[in-house]
């Protein structure tokens, strides 16, 4: 039996975009989409179980996505042997393996579904959807994803024209951000933004989705992605105090110790204007607890844009490194630190790429 949509989120962000989509439909389609939650990056933990709960998604898959890393035997086809030709043979046999390889861990059987919603299609379930001939809609990773880098560009510099044709019309190899054979768009936040002309970006506004939700809708949110309420009720209430209230978004930038000396020098600068609390990003490893003990934090489960649905909670002052700040309408202050903070902490090449 076919069903009407599935979306394949790899963090809570996506779950959260993928609510908003839901949101935007006329009600007699809510209840008849499914999400698959890919254990590859992230540990989704219990919210599966309350997802379904929510009355707007049906069912709920997790997905035990494997990196190629995983199978040592697709090494070998990503050695580069000096030009396009001996290395587009072996790009070809690592497309078709690596897809084959994927699919014992796919846990739901795509082509039931009219349309499929896939963040980060340069994860493998993308070439997993290629090599099936699966038609399917990207979306952006996170809001203007491709604003600073589009990785399929920058992944393909040389003979890019060749790639192309070898993704979008032959399916031989994969190329993301929509330029393979079976992506028939990719939603971005604002085309304004990105980097790129390609005829398959569609703009979709992430502000467009939220300006219309009900407070049932934002209550459903909450109960979805807030597994103890009261412990963030706890942490809004202590950010009711005199003086400054300074938000700073953890990211999982470089190694742990240049991490940690990053927050650590952040939290030197602006504890002096008041208090600080660290929004632990979901991908974000480090230890925060055992590091910054003394600093109050808030779950790194819960999507930061959840935080504009609780209306006593309120910040001076929000810091990010590369975290986009757009979609942040609890804070007064938004202070983007971007390429030249990291240069301090890493070689500029690093950052080389990225466009502000």
């Not at 996170?142 to 040389?158: E, P, W």
């Not at 994969?174 to 604002?190: A, T, W």
């Not at 790194?300 to 700040?325: A, C, G, R, W, Y």
Request: hydrophobic share 35%; charged share 30%; proline share 4%.
């Amino acid at each position: 039996m076919s069903k009407d949509r599935i979306y394949v989120c790899h963090t809570f962000y996506h779950l959260y975009i993928s609510f908003l989509k839901e949101f935007a439909l006329p009600s007699s389609e809510w209840g008849n989409a499914d999400v698959v939650l890919s254990r590859m990056s992230n540990d989704f933990g219990d919210i599966k179980d309350r997802i379904p709960a929510s009355g707007y998604f049906e069912e709920v898959f997790e997905f035990d996505e494997k990196r190629d890393t995983e199978f040592p035997e697709l090494a070998k086809y990503r050695e580069n042997r000096g030009n396009i030709v001996l290395n587009m043979i072996p790009r070809i046999i690592y497309t078709s393996r690596f897809a084959k390889l994927q699919e014992k861990y796919v846990p739901v059987d795509f082509k039931r579904y009219k349309d499929i919603y896939v963040f980060c299609d340069n994860d493998p379930i993308g070439i997993y959807l290629n090599k099936h001939r699966i038609h399917y809609h990207a979306v952006e990773d996170g809001l203007n994803y491709l604003g600073s880098f589009v990785n399929a560009l920058a992944d393909n510099k040389g003979h890019f024209g060749i790639k192309k044709f070898m993704s979008t019309k032959l399916n031989l190899i994969f190329m993301q951000d929509g330029y393979s054979k079976y992506c028939l768009d990719m939603e971005v936040n604002d085309l304004s933004v990105v980097r790129d002309d390609y005829y398959k970006y569609k703009e979709v506004p992430r502000e467009k989705l939220t300006a219309s939700l009900t407070e049932e809708q934002k209550n459903a949110l909450v109960r979805v992605f807030v597994k103890n309420m009261d412990e963030l009720l706890k942490s809004i209430e202590n950010t009711k105090t005199e003086g400054k209230n300074i938000l700073i978004l953890t990211e999982p930038l470089c190694t742990f110790d240049v991490r940690e000396r990053i927050f650590r020098d952040l939290y030197n600068e602006y504890s002096p204007e008041g208090r600080v609390f660290f929004k632990i990003h979901p991908r974000d490893e480090l230890d925060y607890d055992r590091l910054f003990a003394d600093v109050p934090k808030f779950d790194k489960k819960v999507p930061m844009e959840i935080l504009n649905f609780f209306p006593n909670l309120h910040f001076d002052k929000v810091v990010s490194v590369f975290t986009q700040l757009g979609s942040i309408k609890f804070a007064d202050e938004k202070v983007y630190l971007g390429v030249k903070f990291m240069d301090k902490y890493e070689d500029k090449s690093v950052h080389a790429n990225i466009v502000e």
